[in-house]
């Protein structure tokens, strides 16, 4: 997205090398941009046995990283430190979300309350006229309302995790990297210098930089309380775990039993402290139920149809969405799905818009 006037524009840099291409784009354009960097998690809660860098977004390397690249392109540059909004809204929710069953999606709370609450607010105190960020993704403006597109790049397509905006911060964020390619960015990168041109994807939960989620978890929350049986939809107890939250639903490995067909977690009891197997059909899930559903367009009074995706990687299938009176929805799919996992988002889209989306109940 090009824009045809000089602006003030708060640039999210993370330290990879899509927001540096953003803030570096923007700059030679003639804009007045910031960099700002949000400081979320105190990385010396972890320390890497053999002392290298995990490949994870908002580490100390990646604010060094930030900080450099703005320092190169000529732009003021700040961190600020949202570590305690950061715990309340993010890890204590992927806490709570693994004891209670579920399996979070912590990027999409972030996005929501860090990057487009909070870092948003950073900026209108800074009178800036945008917040820009690296996401693949477009905002458009028609037919009085903001409408958020898919990036072009359907690999790097980034709008599973940005259906909690709101009209109000779509009139406010901008996404200048929507209508290009990974490729073309780095493109960019390297034409201009910049020292994170061919810097490696970020990878895992930026608070687990060795992805041991587990161990995570007992740290935060200790470990025992959840330990219980191993059920078979039949009912017939087929063994015995050391706590729900160390599976998730669709998982095969890891389950220790001897059955003459691959089982497959189907459902998680916490409070009856039960993970429940079963063969591969049993997977399929006809229909689910969203709470907590965010409408990027007029809130719809009856039933619709639609693609909604599962989970990120997942693609979206045909279905209709129903909204119900609490605020929440129901989804039919035409064809039953596997994986539909409680804690996951589901996000609604007709051709390449989102319409909205919620949490899987």
């Known amino acids: 997205m090009l824009m045809d006037k000089r602006e003030r524009i708060v640039v999210a840099m993370s330290g990879g090398v899509d927001s ?21 998690w105190d990385y010396s809660r972890f320390t890497a046995p053999d002392g290298k860098s995990f490949g994870t977004c908002c580490s100390l390397d990646d604010v060094y990283d930030a900080r450099r690249v703005a320092e190169q392109i000529g732009i003021p540059f700040y961190v600020v430190n949202f570590e305690e909004a950061f715990q309340q809204a993010v890890i204590d929710r992927f806490c709570d979300d693994y004891f209670a069953g579920r399996t979070p999606n912590p990027c999409v709370l972030c996005n929501q309350v860090l990057k487009f609450e909070r870092l948003l607010h950073k900026a209108r105190e800074l009178q800036a006229d945008a917040l820009v960020t690296g996401h693949y993704a477009r905002i458009e403006y028609g037919q009085d309302r903001y409408r958020l597109r898919k990036g072009v790049d359907a690999g790097k397509d980034q709008t599973y995790f940005l259906y909690t905006l709101t009209q109000e911060q779509m009139a406010m964020v901008r996404f200048p990297l929507g209508g290009m390619t990974k490729e073309e960015v780095r493109g960019h990168a390297a034409r201009l210098g910049l020292r994170v041109a061919e810097k490696a994807e970020s990878q895992d939960i930026c608070f687990v930089p060795d992805g041991d989620y587990v161990r995570f978890l007992e740290e935060e929350r200790g470990a025992g309380q959840l330990n219980g049986e191993i059920v078979h939809v039949s009912g017939r107890v087929l063994g015995h775990h050391r706590g729900t939250y160390r599976y998730t639903i669709g998982q095969r490995r890891g389950l220790g039993l001897s059955w003459p067909e691959p089982l497959y977690v189907i459902a998680i009891d916490a409070a009856g402290q039960q993970v429940i197997v079963g063969e591969k059909q049993h997977l399929a899930v ?25 989970r990120y990687r997942h693609q979206e299938v045909p279905a209709t969405i129903t909204p119900l009176d609490d605020g929440s929805a129901e989804v039919r799919f035409d064809i039953p799905q596997a994986g539909v996992t409680p804690g996951q988002a589901a996000v609604f889209y007709t051709g390449d818009e989102v319409l909205g989306g919620g949490w899987i109940k």
Do not use: F
């Open 286 to 310: 006809a229909r689910l139920e969203v709470g907590d559903v965010n409408w990027l367009i007029p809130e719809p009074r009856r039933a619709l149809r639609a693609s909604c995706r599962i």
């Open 20 to 40: 540096s291409v953003a803030a570096a784009l923007l700059k030679e354009q003639g804009h007045e941009v910031i960099g700002m960097t949000m400081q979320i």
